[in-house]
């Protein structure tokens, strides 16, 4: 399975970036999507995830109520909707994929098998 990400950038605090994870080669059906992030000098930490089959979505705390996990019309892409951005935000941004997770494994990167290249987000205050 590959990803791509893509749909990062500049923008000022209080704007919007969709992001989107696109796989080739399989699509996403019985997979849980999540998206990472990176901020610079911090470790990777859960940003949102969802399970394909259910459509069933999980955030972090710092990005709940401003963020939104949504599939695509097709079942090869995943978005991450992200309204409200604020400088905290800013990271490089990477979708990661892989079947088989247990709930209480969902927020831990290691548990994923398939990582794209990652989209970097800059906010400006």
């Known amino acids: 399975v590959q990803l791509q990400a893509s749909g990062g950038g500049l923008v000022q605090a209080g704007d919007s970036l969709r992001l989107s994870c696109a796989t080739s080669g399989r699509t996403f059906r019985g997979y849980s999507v999540a998206w990472f992030r990176q901020g610079p000098g911090k470790e990777r930490e859960f940003t949102a995830a969802?399970?394909?089959?259910?459509?069933?979505?999980y955030y972090a705390d710092s990005v709940k109520g401003r963020f939104t996990i949504s599939r695509g019309g097709t079942e090869n892409t995943v978005y991450l909707q992200m309204n409200s951005l604020k400088s905290d935000d800013t990271a490089v941004y990477y979708c990661a994929a892989s079947s088989s997770i247990i709930l209480s494994s969902l927020r831990v990167p290691s548990s994923y098998a398939f990582w794209g290249q990652g989209t970097q987000v800059t906010v400006s205050s």
């Open positions: 969802i399970r394909w089959s259910a459509s069933h979505t």
